[in-house]
């Protein structure tokens, strides 16, 4: 997949693509349906498959100090995108310009003249251009105006809700990670580079690959039975582990992070990329008495998560 910061003086080979067009945090059974109605057209018109997004997310530009709510930051939506076939990434810079910009302009400059679109896909609640006042049915007048075709996107829901990355995160928040995967299509994924941390848990017998939550939703704080792709090093392949996610209590006030427990592993993660995917709730944070009631507990979190991974097949 090749990913683009810009629309402007792209190769010819990069445009000309069948896109779909949103913020796709969490790329969700509704984002993929959209992406599947692209993928669709560009089969029909033997053409690429694109994805155009916006980084940052346009909230943190309307709303630079709103608590983080991202679900996966740009590397990983990046990695689940390209597992879906998107061979043509445009991630889109939203800064005062592109917020600025009328619905005319987004689709002549943007989508036209820059990436030369073939086809694009939006869900039914997509709006765009300055003060949101573009909507998809204007999208789709723009297109015939500008030959190209706008396929509209049914939402995609069950029973009772929408699947949608607000529902989503309040699933995470819940401690539901299975009700999140539901609407995700996919577990949940945590993504980012090790750093060194106090390497407590190597003190104790449980050596921890420490990971930062800058930007992103905070799940619920508490452990939690995982699966884990090392991405690169020579370490890159598929694990088990048990995460405990939240603030470490027991050691005094500390910034939330991730620390991940690779069952059965040995070797040195620093500096590796992981993708972490939280598949149970096993207990909420706690604040021991003392280290050996901690590793007590930490014993028992490891049981409990080979217990859920094997009853979820993993």
Known sequence: MRRHAH???????????????GNFDGVHLGHQSVIGLARAAAGALNAPLGVVTFEPHPR??????????????AEARAHRLEKLGVQQLYELPFDGRMAAMTADHFVAEILVAGLGVRHVVVGADFHFGRGRRGDAYLL?????????EVTIAPLVGNATQDFSSTAIRKALTDGSPEEAARMLGHWHRIEGRVVKGDQRGRDLGFPTANMGLDGL????????????????????????????LGERPTFGVNAPNLETHLLDFEGDLYGAELSV????????????????????????DVTEARAALDRAGL
Do not use: W
């Open 7 to 21: 629309y402007l003086n792209l190769e010819p080979s990069d445009r000309g693509a069948c896109v779909a067009i």
């Open 60 to 73: 943190n530009h309307f709303a630079p100090d709103a608590p983080p709510f991202r679900l996966m930051n």
């Open 140 to 148: 789709q007048a723009l297109g015939r105006s500008h030959r190209f």
């Open 217 to 244: 939703h905070l799940p619920r704080f508490g452990v939690y039975a995982v699966t884990v792709e090392v991405l690169d090093g020579p370490h890159k392949g598929h694990y088990r582990g048990a995460s405990s």
């Open 277 to 300: 995917a939280l598949v149970e709730f096993l207990r909420p944070e706690l604040k021991f008495d003392d280290v050996d009631a901690l590793v007590r507990q930490m014993h028992q």
